[in-house]
């Protein structure tokens, strides 16, 4: 389980961030911020891969609850199809750390890549599983990312979004090649162009090869 001792060892307001959604052939990416009152950790967090849904959904309302402040930011399909998904986690990471009602003198981001944050950066390998505040903020923007797929399975029927959140998966290959993409799919990925040719997503090399 991460602990607090990242934030303890910046001087001033500390936020951890963390995205969620980089990967998959359709729907946005999601990013969230989240600072923490040391003396009211949610008991339970981790690294939101290493959770099942029901954790991750029992743990969000404590984290909100807790946290002196916390914000979600998303970058949409066609904004990653403009910027390319790494910028567009920048943009979601950075739209979550504006949003928050308390602003942070740093921001510990999960990865090795210091995105242009309204704070100084500091990179974090494998920060979820180290950090308290990267490890709430996955969760809290994983969750939400999850709840928006499968608002989307509704409007988008057929490709069973909230089974898979829009990864690589052979019911979505399925709904690709039978219904062809619609406005959330990313068309510069790999497996989607694949469909648009009729052939089997799945055959992709990689599952989210972009232009």
């Given amino acids: 389980m991460p602990d607090m001792l990242l934030e303890e060892a910046c001087l001033g307001i500390v936020c951890g961030v963390d995205e969620a959604g ?12 989240v600072i923490l009152n040391p003396r009211k950790v949610p008991k339970g967090l981790n690294d939101s891969k290493k ?13 909100m609850d807790k946290a002196v402040a916390f914000a979600v930011g998303f970058a949409s399909v066609a904004e990653i199809a403009e910027l390319n998904i790494l910028h567009a986690t920048g943009l979601a990471m ?12 740093f921001a510990l981001v999960d990865g090795n890549y210091a995105f242009p944050l309204p704070c100084t950066v500091k990179t974090v390998v494998k920060g979820d599983a180290l950090s308290c505040s990267i490890a ?17 399975d509704a409007l988008y029927p057929g490709y069973g979004f909230t089974s898979h959140k829009g990864y690589r998966a052979q019911t979505h290959a399925d709904g690709l ?33 972009e232009d």
């Fill in 22 to 33: 980089r990967g998959p052939w359709a729907g946005p990416v999601s990013a969230a911020a």
């Fill in 51 to 63: 959770l099942t849904q029901k954790q991750r959904e029992a743990l969000e309302p404590e984290i």
């Fill in 94 to 105: 950075r739209r979550a750390v504006e949003a928050l009602t308390v602003q942070p003198a």
């Fill in 136 to 152: 709430a903020a996955s969760i809290l923007a994983k969750v939400a990312r999850d709840r928006l797929m499968a608002e989307f």
């Fill in 177 to 209: 090649l039978k219904l062809g993409p619609c406005p959330e799919h990313r068309l510069g990925w790999a497996p989607v162009r694949l469909a648009l040719e009729g052939k089997n997503p799945m055959l992709a090399a990689s599952a989210y090869d």
